[in-house]
């Protein structure tokens, strides 16, 4: 079977099972550019709980957040786990914003996907996953987000093998889909409601599952577990 179809074939049973995504949750670019630094390494819920601290206080903004203290800022951020490294983290990225484009985020975004990217992955603490997320989901840019989900589910179902990296998953859906970025934007979001629901990591529930079938794999093994 060709990549393109099983690609095509598997957003259409994702999309038919779950429906409209409605990706990224966030209000503006820079609360999603936010929510991508600190998502890392942590579910959803606890980043909601960061995210609403600084709400709370008016501070969702990059001239608040970048006049607090690396200490006050982690302290902010607390709920969201390993507060002290995200707190570096955010700041470098401010420092990006607020030295180079003179604290203009817009004019920032603005930039072709390509150099958002280049300037993105210069910042420390940012890799190919958040600055992907950023450019996709707060820019607006079609680049397509590869996780840990996006990994397991190909190679679980033979389209990938298990040695493929970020970029040569991010190379098969660019090469096999229209450059689309709702199209990427809502694939991205469906994969990971996938493997939330279903792909977990050691125990897969394929009984259920809308990619049961895929590629001709109901289930990856007789047990559904994966070592
Ligand atoms: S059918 Fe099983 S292996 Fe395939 S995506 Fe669903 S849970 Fe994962």
Redo the contacts with the bound molecule.
Sequence with gaps: MNTRYLLQSMYDRLSAFFGPCNWWPGETPFEVMVGAILTQNTNWKNVERAIANLKKDGLLTLAAMSALSREQLAEYIRPAGYYNIKAERLRNFFALINEKWDGDLDRFLCQPATLLREELLSVKGIGPETADSMILYAAGKPIFVVDAYTH??LS??EIIDESYDYHMIQELFTDNLEEDSALFNEYHALIVQ??KE???KTR???AG??????NG????DQD?I?M
């Design positions: 397991r589910i679980r179902h996938a493997g279903f792909c977990k897969p529930v394929c599952c809308p990619l049961s079938g895929l794999i109901d289930c990856p559904g994966i």
